[in-house]
């Protein structure tokens, strides 16, 4: 991690990614940009209409610059000296719809992840307005760590890899240097029954292929097993059975390209993380 963007819409979720963020930047030295985006349609919560006086834009902008700067002070309050407001450059990005200014923001700076919360989405809520952060996860080309409402300010000590084996090797080029931030050891999980039963799966042998890559990856401490399901392809039950017996610290998928059959069958499992998850989540392309 170089440059690191946290979105807020100062929540107290939001508040929670940046923490988690300054986490990892104070570990791994990364600069952290701290964005909030706004529009001339928003106004001051404070602000009122009085005789003729109409709050304006450039009110607006300046309530927010002012909020985003007590928003990095809170944050960093629990850091006892560990961090400082100079690796935190704060922005108040104008414009409207928020998943496209991250995104373009997140071009701009050069940032080579994300950190954000999610409040989580469900029912009509879901699919008719969905998550922010379920969207970012969909479309950003770098790698997006979810902070979920649950989550407490722990070290991150085990990270949990749901695979489905066809690229295990490629994929943990991918993890290693996010773990490696933290600290943490990789287990490698697969969730099955599934149907039809995968090539990749039926190809894998754990006995010689695991500790191949844990020699090439021995800096992750490489473990492997398998969690099953009653039904198949039941992979959110999967997810909460490997969470609640395991007790991982953050999970990570990654997100493989899928034609348009696909999306409409088996919707991106990393994206329906973002609403289910009660752990820190990983997406990564």
Known sequence: MKIILV???????SLKALKFAIQAASKSKAKIVLMHQTSILELAPDSAFTGLYVPTYVDQLEYSKNALSKFRKKALAGFKGKADESMIEAEVVPGVGTVDIILETRKRVKADVIIMGTTGASGLKRLFIGSIAAQVVE?????????????RMTPIKKIGYASDLAHISKDLDQIAPIAEVFGAHVEIFHIEPTFPTSDAFLKFKPETEIP?????????????RVVKTKFDNDFYAGIENYRRNQKPD?????????????KIFDPSKSKGLAYHTKLPVISIK
């Open 7 to 13: 979105p807020t819409d100062f929540s107290a979720n």
């Open 139 to 151: 479309k950003s080309p770098v790698p997006v760590i979810v902070i979920p409402e649950s989550h």
């Open 212 to 224: 191949e890559l844990a020699k090439k990856f021995n800096h992750l401490n490489l473990k492997y």
């Open 250 to 262: 953050m999970l990570v998928v990654i997100t493989h390209k899928r034609g348009w059959i696909g």
